[in-house]
């Protein structure tokens, strides 16, 4: 959508505008710009899939369990590799450290996770659910994985199979990749 022409005071009639930016600047070309098509363009798909996905079950971990996205997130973390720090969720999630940090202060606020100290190193906080926040992992999991084979129904055996190997291969090679890659 083209930003509305500062240099003219009324709008244009559908289909005029274009004339009425050749008037005002006559003799010059509209510059060529560099043309992204979005709906085909991979990054952008795939987090719109992502947000849609997120946005709908979010609604239901929210009514339920009056948590958001980004607490499930911590929360299935830690239920699945304890004793980790905030850090190291953010990495496993790869979700802004600051988030992590927001979600992860309103579960200890709820006792959901507890903090503790490494074992190994007094220095470093590790997180683990708390039995309340196992109680709520617990119900949310089942209500997660029948959320995922609704999403995966169109999906035959073979294509399932097919979707995991392409998500496994996209991932290894986004590892790869530094953020110059993305301008160079």
Known sequence: MKPPARHAATKAAPGKQDARLEQARP??????????????????????????????????????????????????????????SANAVAARTAMDKVAVSRAVARLLARELLQRDTHDDDRRRSVLELSEAGYRIYDDVVPVALAYEQRLLAPLDADERVQLDRLLLKLTDGVGGLEPEDAID
């Open 27 to 84: 003799g010059r070309a509209e510059p060529e710009h560099a043309r992204l098509d979005l709906e085909h363009f991979l990054p952008y798909r795939l987090s719109v899939l992502s947000n849609r996905i997120s946005q709908t079950i979010a609604g239901a971990y929210a009514r339920r369990f009056g948590i958001g996205v980004t607490e499930w997130r911590v929360l299935a973390v830690l239920g699945r590799y304890r004793g980790l």
